[in-house]
């Protein structure tokens, strides 16, 4: 199983990007897909997350501004990021809770990185 995660880029304070994550490989079912992102010198922390039951959570500082969204068929979620301020650079990750086969358990699974730089 592999995530590949893409769209991170350099955008300006008030701008927009959207970001990617597409999951391949032996996968029998999906649980959580989330993104997460981690500063310089800081530790990792929760974005949001899009639960396949179809509701989402949001950490607090992006409520309002970022958009969590998946497509179950494509095994993808997306992040539109409006409003972008300088506090959201960082290397943003995606991660998904992955059944392989219906013998195993489900598994965390990370993508690789994709890095947002805002300027103010």
């Known amino acids: 199983v592999q995530l590949q995660a893409s769209g991170g880029g350099l955008a300006q304070a008030g701008g927009s990007l959207r970001l990617s994550c597409r999951a391949s490989?032996?996968?029998?079912?999906?649980?959580?897909m989330g993104w997460y992102r981690q500063a310089p010198g800081k530790q990792r922390d929760l974005v949001a997350i899009?639960?396949?039951?179809?509701?989402?959570i949001y950490a607090d500082s992006v409520q309002g501004r970022f958009t969590i969204s998946r497509d179950n068929a494509k095994k993808t979620v997306y992040l539109q990021m409006n409003s972008l301020k300088a506090e959201d650079t960082a290397v943003y990750y995606c991660?998904?809770?992955?059944?392989?086969?219906?013998?195993?358990?489900?598994?965390?699974?990370w993508g690789q990185g994709t890095e947002v730089t805002v300027s103010s």
């Open positions: 991660k998904a809770d992955i059944q392989k086969t219906i013998s195993y358990g489900f598994d965390d699974y």
């Open positions: 899009a639960r396949s039951g179809g509701s989402s």
């Open positions: 490989g032996v996968i029998f079912r999906i649980n959580d």
